[in-house]
């Protein structure tokens, strides 16, 4: 159980920290933008492409792409609310007045998951949104929010964002640093964009079984794996992140 005051504070704190405040902005601005960029560029592809070309055509895929530049943002987003007191040096305090460990990271990771969900709902609703309109005006195919996958985008690409952003927040714990923990981040999502030039054990990896590329192929629908077990991965994964952070959050001094 979370407690409400502690969760109170904990918004207190995420709001005046206008790293944060930013993050959450230019996570929807972002988005909005490259959703549109991602758009325009595949309308332009979609005039000059070949026949086979058009049949391939994946107009969610298309504008969907922006995703993983968000994907950064939001787990950055988590690692602040980690991170931040680690920096300032108020952890101290706010363990004085929470009382156990356990209850301050519920809270924690309860004020991620909060302001991360609108965030990526937001983020997630305008890139569609703005993506296949684009599409359509530049006379290429579109996909209404209800066609093959749009839905499954829609309503569980949200989630997978903001299970990120709790994933920032496990290796704010672990790594008790902004910078430490946002590289490590960043360098955790884009390493999948190496898959096509990786070793053939090493691209099948990256490409079939790292979790968070798992999370988003199932929602395009291009998964090697069955839809439940590619979510099912992503969950565990960052699940046991968690754990492993509370563990050296209850073992290791403030």
């Known amino acids: 159980m979370i407690d409400t005051g502690a969760l109170r504070a904990e918004w207190t704190k995420f709001s005046s920290i206008r790293a944060t405040m930013v993050l959450s902005l230019a996570a929807v601005v972002v988005s909005a933008l490259s959703g549109w960029l991602f758009g325009n560029a595949a309308a332009g592809e979609y005039a000059a492409a070949t026949a086979q070309e058009r049949l391939d055509f994946d107009p969610l895929m298309e504008v969907m792409r922006g995703v993983f530049i968000s994907q ?29 460990r356990g209850r301050l990271m519920a809270a924690k990771a309860g004020i991620t998951a909060l302001t991360a969900l609108p965030v990526s709902v ?15 005006a530049g006379g290429a195919p579109s996909v209404p929010p209800g066609g093959p996958h749009a839905l499954a985008m829609l309503l569980l690409g949200p989630v997978v964002l903001t299970l990120l952003a709790l994933f920032g927040l496990a290796l704010g714990f672990l790594l008790r640093g902004t910078a430490a923990a946002v590289n490590v981040s960043t360098a955790f999502l884009l390493l999948p964009t190496l898959a096509s030039s990786s ?49 050296r959050f209850e073992r290791r001094d403030a």
């Open 72 to 100: 950064l943002l939001v787990s950055a987003l988590g690692v602040l609310v980690a991170s931040s007191e680690y920096g300032s040096g108020t952890l101290h305090a706010s363990l004085a007045a929470v009382g156990r």
């Open 122 to 136: 937001a983020s997630v609703w305008l890139m569609f949104a703005i993506g296949q309109s684009t599409l359509a």
């Open 199 to 247: 070793p053939g054990f090493l691209r099948d990896l990256m490409e079939n079984f790292w979790p968070s590329t798992a999370a988003f192929q199932a929602l395009y629908g291009t998964s090697w794996l069955p839809p439940a077990a590619a979510f099912g991965l992503f969950v565990a994964f960052v699940a046991a992140l968690l754990v492993a952070a509370f563990a």
